[in-house]
């Protein structure tokens, strides 16, 4: 990983006062500049009308109260947040998290990881993210319903499908766009079904919307390995999380012979040496919205359950975090390669911390960033809102096999971006200035904004 060029510091400098204490949004902003020394070395038009200062600060950041009335009839309340980032390639684009931990600067970073991401998917969609810290767990479906609609009767003037299209990420799936999108429509007299993504299919979802991050960071693993000539034939994986990330990147690496051993959530781990049984996972987590650690009594055989502990420590060739932000540290870094993995993928976004990513890369271990290897979810919500569009419906086949083709379409322009720029292998690398060149061209062409 390359220094942040001299020239660039008093930028991070200014983001770190700027949004103090915020310390995801600084990590992923130290991660992009510490690439863009190489581009403004270059091409020092990108540096220029403070082209990136202006990248680095979101368009718009909305924070709002979210009140609701639980089952007890007690007032509850939650904070909302949405941070427009960047609306240079297309209406402002990313999911919307509900968990306890959100809070602004977890929102801002993933807006701006999402700014970049959605670029490299070549698709006309500007980037950002919102969220709240309501905790869906143990919630009854109305309350989360009564949620959903207070949420959006303050969200809904901020968005549109030329505007804003909000979609799911942790904590948020089909049940919650539901909620959301039967309040925008009444609030605004209006279907208009692209104002969101990641619907159901009953009302203007796009068949595969829910396979598709899980499929795509598959698919991108698939090309890392093609180029040292093997494949996920046999290969044990590792996959953390169990969610809808999780569960169908899980679905796809065993479609393609690989065995996936481990998953998790964050009560603990199973390790199933006979292969994970996915429809098993699928009937607690989808169907019942229960913990990971009923697999163990439910399957039987040897699988077994390891309360908190880290993933990273069972023994394997290939693995995708899939649940958070800086889930995977130095320790479990060095634990892997000791254990011979070859490939690690981000299912999730930014889930391993900066020295993770620097030991992998020196270890030669293919290493493929979030925002590259995560970005066939959006891309395909981007498929929904041409479908919408449209008034459209593809087939599952036509939808994935375009998923597909993003997907190898972004390996290969961060792999050609890296070979560019000197440092062929370093998908990091190539994702940050392939991202950035798209925003930043765009951007230079409407003047200062
Ligand atoms: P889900 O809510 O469906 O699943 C999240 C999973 O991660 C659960 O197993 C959850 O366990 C675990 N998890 C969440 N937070 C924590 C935490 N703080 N510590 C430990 N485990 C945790 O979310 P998704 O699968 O949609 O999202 C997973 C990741 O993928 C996120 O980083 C998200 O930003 C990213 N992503 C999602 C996309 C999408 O389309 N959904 C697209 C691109 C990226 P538990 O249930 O116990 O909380
Ligand atoms: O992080 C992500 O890319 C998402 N949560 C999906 C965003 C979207 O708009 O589909």
């Not at 690496?253 to 603990?268: N, R, Y």
């Not at 890369?361 to 498929?383: H, R, Y």
């Amino acid at each position: 990983m390359d220094h942040i060029a001299e020239k660039l510091q008093p930028i991070l400098r200014t983001i770190e006062h700027r949004n103090a204490g915020e310390v995801e949004f600084h990590q992923a902003a130290r991660e992009v500049l510490e690439s863009l020394g190489r581009v403004i070395e270059r091409h020092p038009q990108y540096s220029d009308e403070a082209l990136i200062e202006r990248i680095c600060e979101p368009e718009r950041q909305i924070i709002f109260r979210v009140p609701w009335i639980d089952d007890k009839n007690q007032v509850q309340i939650n904070r909302g947040f949405r941070v427009q980032f960047n609306s240079a390639l297309g209406p402002y684009k990313g999911g919307l998290r509900f968990h306890p931990s959100v809070n602004v600067g977890i929102i801002k970073f993933l807006g701006f990881e999402q700014t970049f991401k959605n670029a490299l998917t070549g698709m006309p969609i500007g980037g950002g993210k919102g969220g709240s810290d309501f905790d869906p767990k143990g919630k009854s479906d109305r309350e989360v319903m009564r949620f959903c609609q207070s949420f959006m009767i303050e969200l809904h003037r901020h968005i549109g499908e030329y505007v804003d299209v909000p979609a799911g990420d942790i904590g948020v799936g089909a049940r919650e766009i539901g909620f959301m999108f039967g309040m925008f429509k009444r609030l605004n007299n209006r279907y208009e079904a692209g104002v969101l993504t990641g619907k159901a299919l009953s009302y203007g979802g796009s068949r595969a919307r829910k396979e598709a991050t899980g499929f795509g960071t598959v698919y991108f693993v698939q090309s890392m390995l093609e180029r040292r000539n093997t494949g996920f034939d046999g290969k044990r994986c590792v996959v953390s999380g169990s969610g809808n990330v999780a569960i169908y990147a899980m679905e796809k690496i065993m479609a393609f012979g690989g065995k996936v051993i481990a998953c998790s959530d964050s009560g603990g781990y199973i390790v199933d040496e006979a292969g994970i049984d996915l429809d098993l996972v699928k009937q607690i987590k989808e169907t019942r919205r229960g913990r990971i650690a009923e697999y163990v009594d439910l399957k039987g055989g040897a699988a077994r359950f390891v309360k908190g502990g880290s993933i990273w420590d069972v023994p394997c060739e290939i693995a995708l975090p899939c649940a958070t932000q800086n889930e995977l540290g130095a320790a479990a870094a060095k634990t892997l390669i000791e254990n011979g993995v070859i490939a690690v993928a981000e299912g999730a976004n930014m889930p391993c911390m900066p020295q993770a990513v620097q030991i992998f890369q020196a270890a030669g271990v293919l290493f493929a960033p979030g925002k590259a290897a995560n970005a066939g979810g959006v891309a395909t919500s981007a498929l929904e809102m041409q479908q919408n569009a449209s008034r459209d419906s593809w087939s599952f086949d036509k939808t994935e096999k375009k998923l597909a083709e993003i997907m190898y379409g972004i390996h290969e322009i961060c792999h050609e971006t890296a070979e560019e720029y000197g440092a062929p292998d370093n998908y990091v690398l190539g994702a940050n200035i392939a991202g950035f060149v798209r925003v930043a061209e765009a951007m230079d062409a409407m003047g200062i904004i």
